[in-house]
């Protein structure tokens, strides 16, 4: 076997100052790359804790059991329409969990000590959304019991959600109310069909 020395000690290829400068720069932008990655993707909680406080914070973080009701459901209505959905399992409970927490979520502004239900009938749901506009979120912890029961009055119509004990409101962004309402209206949707066909 013929050993090339010649090809891995090539007389032309020399480290320069030039080309450890290159490098130095070239790793200190992937620091920098990955530094500002992770940061951005890091949950914001400063002023929903504010807002919400300890408890809820942990409902959202902890929280073992979530569930959506129906607000709207008409007595007449009760027995064919599926009031609560359980989303403990369900797919995208993660983000759902990450959208309440994450401060960017909200337009601060728009903050109130006003009840949600004075924001029911500012903005009209869409057609084939009328029967999701009210919904209450509840987060429970019956095994471990690290906080009380938080629970949400949402308006899918409009964005605007606020505790149940109606003391106080804020509207999600308008680049997250959207995303919020398609969640919603596709598992309550999803399951309310389910129900349909097991009756």
């Known amino acids: 076997m013929v050993n090339h020395d010649d090809k891995y000690n090539d007389p032309r290829a020399s480290i320069t100052g030039r080309g450890i400068l290159i490098g130095v720069v070239v790793v200190a932008l992937a620091i920098l790359g990955a530094y500002f990655s992770i940061t951005q993707r890091k949950t914001r909680l400063d002023e929903t804790r504010s807002f919400w406080g300890d408890d809820v914070i942990t409902a959202l973080q902890l929280g073992e059991r979530v569930e959506v009701e129906r607000l709207d459901v008409k007595p007449e209505e009760s027995e064919d329409t599926l009031r609560t959905v359980e989303l403990t399992a369900m797919p995208g409970l993660g983000l759902l969990r990450h959208l309440l927490l994450e401060s960017r979520s909200y337009d601060w ?91």
């Not at 869409?126 to 029961?149: H, N, V």
């Not at 997250?176 to 919603?184: A, D, M, Q, V």
């Open 109 to 199: 502004t728009t903050s109130s000590s006003e009840p949600i239900e004075s924001q029911w009938t500012s903005s009209p749901a869409t057609e084939g959304e009328a029967s999701l506009q009210p919904i209450r979120l509840r987060f429970t912890d019956p095994t471990a019991k690290r906080f009380e029961p938080v629970e949400f009055d949402i308006n899918l119509a409009n964005g605007w959600i606020g505790d149940s004990a109606q003391t106080k409101s804020v509207r999600l962004n308008e680049h997250h109310e959207p995303k919020l309402r398609n969640f919603f209206n596709t598992v309550i949707n999803s399951e309310q069909k389910r129900y349909d066909f097991r009756e």
